[in-house]
């Protein structure tokens, strides 16, 4: 069974933080690289941040210094900390493998607006 459940998204404004994360069922979590991928209005989606078993992550360069990313294999979850938020990280937010599933979770709308 996959699960891959995202939350944690909202409004906020220019400069603000969101915390995000995705709960991931075990079978998947514990055997894949997982990222978070972002897909704003009208453009494709995009990587954002992966984590590995190791626990240490990789970031775009556009959310470097600003978004770092975790997983938790107690809770099943890959989380990512947003700070520093810019209009151009709005989104909706997705948790996924890599390379990612076919399958796609509903995403987390992140709002980035004044």
């Known amino acids: 069974q996959v699960q891959l459940v995202e939350s944690g998204g909202g409004l906020v404004q220019p400069g603000g933080s969101l915390n995000l994360s995705c709960v991931v069922s075990?079978?998947?979590?514990?055997?894949?690289?997982m990222a978070w991928y972002r897909q704003a209005p009208g453009k494709q989606r995009e990587w954002v941040a992966t984590?590995?078993?190791?626990?240490?992550?990789a970031v775009a360069d556009s959310v470097k210094g600003r978004f770092t990313a975790s997983r938790d294999s107690g809770k099943n979850t890959v989380d990512l900390h947003m700070v520093f938020l810019k209009p151009e990280d709005s989104g909706v937010y997705y948790c996924?493998?890599?390379?990612?599933?076919?399958?796609w979770g509903q995403g987390t709308q992140v709002t980035v607006s004044s």
């Open positions: 996924n493998t890599v390379p990612p599933m076919t399958y």
């Open positions: 075990e079978n998947i979590l514990s055997r894949n690289v």
């Open positions: 984590v590995a078993f190791s626990a240490s992550y």
